[in-house]
Nanobody, 124 residues
């Protein structure tokens, strides 16, 4: 399995931006579909965005469409999540996850490798 490490979280004011990074180990990173999920205090983990092996296909949950952008640099074994126009309700721990398979609508159970998470806090 691939090992994943997230970074880039922090405290930002509403309307601000952050870029999260997910660095992966291994030489087969380009064979993995990668996604970002988040979990707010007291709430279930939810999928936020997903990108296919080459980056040609992306998925976003409705609440982040138009504000978040997922991208990847396979040569750097890294996936990014650019988050703009952040809202207090975006506050959560953000996790990076990887899967060998591509599903139109990703589910948490589709992803077998997970990072430890990075905290994002948006103040009002």
């Amino acid at each position: 399995q691939v090992q994943l490490v997230e970074s880039g979280g922090g405290l930002v004011q509403a309307g601000g931006s952050l870029r999260l990074s997910c660095a992966a180990s291994g030489r087969t990173f380009s064979s993995y579909v990668v996604g970002w999920a988040r979990q707010a205090p007291g709430k279930a983990r939810e999928f936020v965005a997903r990108i296919s092996w080459s980056g040609a296909s992306t998925y976003y949950t409705d609440s982040v469409k138009g504000r978040f952008t997922i991208s990847r640099a396979n040569a750097k074994n890294t996936v990014y999540l650019q988050m703009n126009s952040l809202k207090p309700e975006d506050t959560a721990v953000y996790y990076c996850a990887a899967s060998r398979e591509l599903f139109t609508t990703p589910r948490l159970s589709d992803f077998g490798s997970w990072g430890q998470g990075t905290q994002v806090t948006v103040s009002s």
